[in-house]
């Protein structure tokens, strides 16, 4: 049972893509809706609006600079989680049950983790 | 004249990456297939990557190639070398046998 | 903060690297460039290659030429012998291993003579110290060729006996 | 015509990558894996200069350039790990 | 041009079955670092230069020795 | 009948890219491995990513970077790429984070299979 | 791994071209490929290359977690700022050349206004951020 489920799923979610994907436009025709007046606009505007060559630069600095903030604070978010799971922040954290421990055990064997809470 | 011998340089390229990839497959251990590995990767790369030059002529694409076969013949035997000696090292204690002839050879 | 010579040199390099790479005269690019060549000097000088570990590459530069100009020559040997050895049904190797002497003093030369005997005809470095190689040999025959490898006596010739 | 070269040849590298792939997926050892992933970055960056010369496109060799100087991270990552047990 | 595409897709695919099917994680690790190598062809195929250095840079440099620091901080089998 | 294999032959990409995203989705599914589901992820990852770009291709069309003296010809549509190149970084974030708990994860109950650690949970509690 | 001597010194030769490279694709994003995301991870790359042949804690001394946080901030503060610029001229935040800003000749180093300084902030938060990530998966407890 353990091993039939997955390929169950993976078999409906394959059918359902499939019938998506054969329902899509040709692929590489310019005329596609994907190509539509927003990228058209980058194109013929990009150069004289911002002043760079490489349009997708300008695109993510310029046009959608608030999506590169974003990304920027997910980066942030990213490392500032690593760095709590692992306790590699030497922090003065504040936590009583760490204070009762540093008290109890006298060798706590980390005096940050001492002087810190 | 400079079609042929970029032509010519291409596809002995290809050919030296061919004989790599059929001494990858055929030799016995990790050892002898880095033998196939540096030489004929090395050689290949630098083959290909000259008859662009060639067919490029100086700009600042062909200073590009010229960078990238200088790189390429300073670490690809620097990593051929790091995997030999990692895989001496691990090896070594299954064996023991290498380790008796160099032993011997000493 | 380390404004020694090879400092100076690297930054000359990388300088050239980044004129070269971007291509255009641009003053900005200049300036930009140079900037950015002697930030990343002297960030990483402590590990910049020093002048007591290498031969004067400027002075002897003929014999470095020869040596690259040999090392090439070794590699398209070493490949032709590759192929004979591998498109051979019948694949007449022999591997072991051979530790030899080696009288080189520099730790560039001996990093340069590591890789060259990876690139030359049937050998593979796998320890190199500043006393002795322990080399994978592929065939039999290798092994009593190896003491007249012209890359060596290259490498000795451009290493120079002065000092 | 010369294009078209380029065509033969970049298909001509990726068919050898196959075997390669090949290595990598059976080889009994880690060290059997690297040199075939070694392999594969070779032709991966002759490849690519290929096909950067196929489109004329020459900015696409900054990518190349990239494997060139990186590449072989990766190889010495897991050889100093096969080395030392840690990293 | 659609030859090189299938032929690189084609063995897109093997890699990720390979990876996906090899006990030894190390393997695993290894060959999805050739996967992402393959990658980058693609993207250039596909004209996006910008992702494809990006794809080089982070494929070849930082996953994979992210996932042999976690290799080597746990255990090497499954 | 006609039509899917004329699509098949002209939209390859979207097909590939929905076997590699069968295959991610599978081996997160079925292997119990922590590392095997990342890789799972990632190859699901790159598969969004490749069906992205697809998108985004013209038929014989130059990469988004004008002013280069060849003008005119059709260009790739710039907008996936720029979409995708955050995605990416993103992927490498989610990554990194999810080894860190892994790393975790293997110290606190010595063991990286998904199931074993549910089994410890339940006798735990 | 510590007495290799040919990856020493061939990296200790390699690795200032690579953080130089990482540097011209960060400068150069707009006018060829790269920019902040693709020329930070190279210069990242080079010190995860550098902490792997040397050792985690001779790179923790290049780059300690003090010092790393501090270029992260850095990073982050000069792509708001600059964010403001927009907002303090009377525009809105983050704008470019709406607000006045010399966009310069399409094609040279200098052009596209705020984008190679934007694209600086970036860079270095992405190589900071990608390099701490590294050396908090690997540090030892």
Redesign the interface.
Known sequence: MRQIIPVLLTLILGLALLLVVAEMPPFGDPDNPAHNIVSERYLSQGVSETGAQNIVTAIITDYRAYDTLGEVTVLFAAIAAVLTVLNRLRLGVICPEDRERGIEDEDAGDPDSKDSC | MREILVLFLLFSGVFFFTVGTIGLLRLPDVFCRLHANTKSDTLGVGLVLSSLLLYEGLSSAGVKLIFMIIFILITNPTAGHIVARASYDTIVDWTGQLARQKGGDD | MVFSKDVLGMTILLYIFWLLISWSLDWVNLLLGFTFSLFVAIFMAPEIIRAEERPPFLARGFFFLKFVLILIREIIKANFQGVAIVLSPRLRISPQFVEVKQTLRFPVTQALWGNSITLTPGTLSIDVDDRKILIHFLTEEMVTQFPENPVGKALVEFEGRGK | MTETAFLIAAILLMINVIFCVYRAAIGPTPGDRVVAINMITGKTIAVMALVSFMYHEELFLDVAITYTLIGYTATICVAKYLELKRL | MAILDILILSILVLCALAAVRTRDLLGAVIIYAAYSLLMAIIWLQLGAPDVAITEAALGAGVTTILMIATISKTGRYE | MAE?LV?LG??????????????????T???S?L??K???I??ME?SI??FF???????G????????G?EGG?????????????G???A??????A??????L?SFYG???ADEIVMLRGEKE | MQEILILKIVVRFVIPFIQVYGFYVITAGHLSPGGGFAGGTIVAASMVLYALTFDAHQGLEKLSHERASIFESLGAIWYVGLGFLGVLVGGNFLTNGQIGIPLGTPGQLISGGLIPLLSFGIGIKVAVTVVSLYYSLVEED
Request: proline fraction near 5%.
């Open positions: 899917a699509a002209q939209n390859y990409f979207f097909y590939y890219a929905l076997i590699l995203f069968m295959v991610g989705f599978y081996t599914l079925s292997h491995n590392l095997k990342i890789i799972g990632n190859i790159t990513f490749l770009v697809a998108l985004g291709y013209v038929e069309g130059q990469a988004p970077i004008l002013g280069r060849a059709p260009f790739m549509n710039p907008l996936p790429s720029a979409l995708i190149l955050t990416i970084v993103v490498v974030s989610i990554t990194a984070f080894l860190a708990l892994m790393v975790k293997y063991t990286l299979d």
